[in-house]
């Protein structure tokens, strides 16, 4: 079992930047952000592997970059040149397994504003 705790969420404008953090209580092999709006499915923002290969969604290629510190067992979502599209709540998700997530955190809210 592994717990995750999100943080960093905020109100922002947009063209702004946050950055968000999620501890892990153990290594994981893979850990990722996800978002959820209401009307809408939870959708993938991007992951990353314990050996830092990333995966991105479309919609937030060149301006979200995640990454990872394994001795702190934390992932960081930096997120610059934010629109109020990409308002959420973002949520943390990790795996031992190269597929799939097992593991969720409970979100941190990211509010822009235009």
């Known amino acids: 079992q592994v717990q995750l705790v999100e943080s960093g969420g905020g109100l922002v404008q947009a063209g702004g930047s946050l950055r968000l953090s999620c501890t892990a209580s153990?290594?994981?092999?893979?850990m990722g952000w996800y978002r959820q709006t209401p009307g809408k499915q939870r959708e993938l923002v991007a992951t990353i592997t314990s050996g830092g290969t990333t995966n991105y969604a479309g919609s937030v290629k060149g301006r979200f970059t995640i990454s990872r510190d394994n001795a702190k067992n934390t992932m960081y979502l930096q997120m610059n040149s934010l629109k109020p599209e990409d308002t959420a709540t973002y949520i943390c998700?990790?795996?031992?397994?190269?597929?799939?997530?097992?593991?969720w955190g409970k979100g941190t809210l990211v509010t822009v504003s235009s």
């Open positions: 998700a990790a795996n031992d397994r190269g597929y799939g997530m097992d593991y």
């Open positions: 153990r290594s994981t092999y893979i």
